[in-house]
């Protein structure tokens, strides 16, 4: 569904596409009151399929769940057209044939967010811990379970609890936030998976004893501590598909350092940062993208633990 990160995006809603319309002169006042009156003559009608009598009968709360759901049906449905680049020619628009082809799509797309689904059970790291047990193992087949994309298209319906790096805006609902979520996470254990998996549960071991926890309790992001410290062996030496740096790469890496302000530290590390991705060239794009993005808002944290000699709050 497009790149994962754009924020340059084109309208993808219903009344953004009537909003956008009006003002730029393509849609006449008549034609927007005309798609109001259809949006609720069809909202009546989905609402009485829901309760089997009259809708009146509904509570407040019962009524705005149903109409958020059709809502969402529609616009994530206008969402997947701006995707593909082909938008909704609004002008024509017919309300009642536009929901039945947004109801179709959210079961083509509910079905096609399973197929992620099964790809991340291929590629999950082979490490236990039981956030990132639980939720792939437990909380995301039960959302596929109880999902009600008809009524409640707009409800998680269940909870998940293992953290990505880069964690999802609150605006998104329903199956497109597990879609999301999935793609990220997909992402995230690709890139992982690059590395050995005894240099992966070396490094978590290490993670173990400063925490003084056991790793399978921590509520962590496997990724952030792998690209982290892939990020900081990168700088020290060419073989990049190891993980871990010894002793004699950690003195060198401070004398390298030493006494430097910390604005110095973030100036070089962006440095670092924007020849990393030129330097993994078996990272995709989007696993470039995504990397980046979450390195580069670490930096700080990064030249501030560097400053203060704080190797474990940096993962060397």
Sequence with gaps: MGTLFNSTTPVKTLEGKIMEGLKSGTLRVEDANRLHHELQQCLHRHLTDYSGEQSGSLSKER??????????????????LEDIEAPLDIKDCSIRMLFKEAYSNIQIYIKETYLVYLQVEKVRVPVYNHIYMDTFKKAIPAFFKAYNFSYDATSLVTDIDYPLAQPL????????????????????????RFFKETDIKRLLKRYERVHGIQFEEMPVNIFEIIIENHFFKSLLQQDLLTLGLNHPEQSSFYEHMQGLPALTIEKVLQG????YSKACPFFSDVQKQYSHLYLKSRLKAFSAAIELGNTQAIWL
């Design 63 to 80: 009524v705005d769940t149903i109409f958020k759901s059709f809502i969402y049906i529609i616009n994530l449905y206008i969402e997947v």
């Design 272 to 275: 670092a940062l924007d020849a």
């Design 169 to 192: 805006p609150e605006t998104i609902q329903g199956v497109k936030y597990i879609r999301t979520y999935l793609e990220r996470f997909l992402i995230e254990n690709e890139i992982v």
